[in-house]
Nanobody, 123 residues
């Protein structure tokens, strides 16, 4: 099993920045990729950004390219999501997820999920 704990959410004005953290524990050696997803009220969960647990490959949704950056610190078993130039439409609960088998933007391909952290961007 892998446990994921997110932190760093909050309330910020449009144009501001936040950094989310996701600390992984347990059988982290089984992780192949990590992803950040978000879910706004009444909407489906959507992919935001992803990174392979080993290697430098990163992936972004078109809506966040150039504004968000995903990074990883393997020594700390932690993945980060730096969010800049935030917009009101970025408001959502953000979830960290870990997958064991292959790279994917489909949330159904992820095996472990954190509890989520609320990000609210005011206009």
């Amino acid at each position: 099993q892998v446990q994921l704990v997110e932190s760093g959410g909050g309330l910020v004005q449009a144009g501001g920045s936040l950094r989310l953290s996701c600390a992984a524990s347990g059988r982290t050696f089984t992780i192949y990729s990590m992803g950040w997803f978000r879910q706004a009220p009444g909407k489906e969960r959507e992919f935001v950004a992803g990174i392979k647990w080993r290697g430098s490959n990163t992936y972004y949704a078109d809506s966040v390219k150039g504004r968000f950056t995903i990074s990883r610190d393997n020594a700390k078993n932690t993945v980060y999501l730096q969010m800049n130039t935030l917009k009101p439409e970025d408001t959502a609960v953000y979830y960290c997820a870990a997958g064991r088998s292959r790279w994917s933007q489909d949330p159904y391909d992820y095996d472990y999920w954190g509890q989520g952290t609320q990000v609210t961007v005011s206009s």
